[in-house]
């Protein structure tokens, strides 16, 4: 079977958690960019939790940056995940769907905590 392209893997599993109501943002690294280097290809939010996704294609390897990166999203008490797929990506949505409760999410402005979304 033929690799698929590595955006087209990305573009899969954001729809794998943008379809459930996931907020995901696409990053653009290099070791060129502006951009601290390690971060992962998707950073989402979901649920109440942070996540962050490396993707991969099926076999390859992490650069240590992006093993440190993830480890620290995890010590941070977010998700840290390499995923090669959108099947693996409905995997991990199943777990945390069904942690209980979930994470209620928080709106803090400039010193005070919001009962709803309302910046100054």
């Known amino acids: 079977m033929p690799r698929q392209p590595e955006g087209r893997i990305v573009k899969r599993i954001r729809r794998e958690f943008e379809t459930r ?6 990053i653009q690294g290099s070791d060129d960019s502006f ?4 971060i992962p290809d998707l950073l989402i939010c979901i649920w ?6 490396e993707v991969k294609q099926p076999g390859e390897e992490l650069r240590a940056t992006q093993r440190i990166t ?25 777990k945390l769907e ?3 409760p979930r994470q209620t999410p928080i709106c803090y402005d400039r010193g005070r905590f919001r ?3 309302r910046l100054s």
Do not use: M, N, P, W
């Not at 951009?35 to 390690?38: D, H, L, P, R, S």
């Not at 109440?48 to 996704?53: I, K, S």
């Not at 620290?72 to 090669?84: D, H, K, S, T």
């Open 115 to 117: 009962r709803d979304f």
């Open 48 to 53: 109440g939790r942070f996540v962050g996704a």
């Open 98 to 100: 069904k942690e209980v």
């Open 21 to 26: 109501g996931g907020r995901c943002f696409k």
């Open 70 to 94: 993830l480890r620290e999203i995890y010590e941070a008490g977010g998700v840290a995940a390499v995923l090669e797929t959108a099947e693996q990506a409905a995997h991990l949505l199943s």
């Open 35 to 38: 951009q601290e280097v390690g």
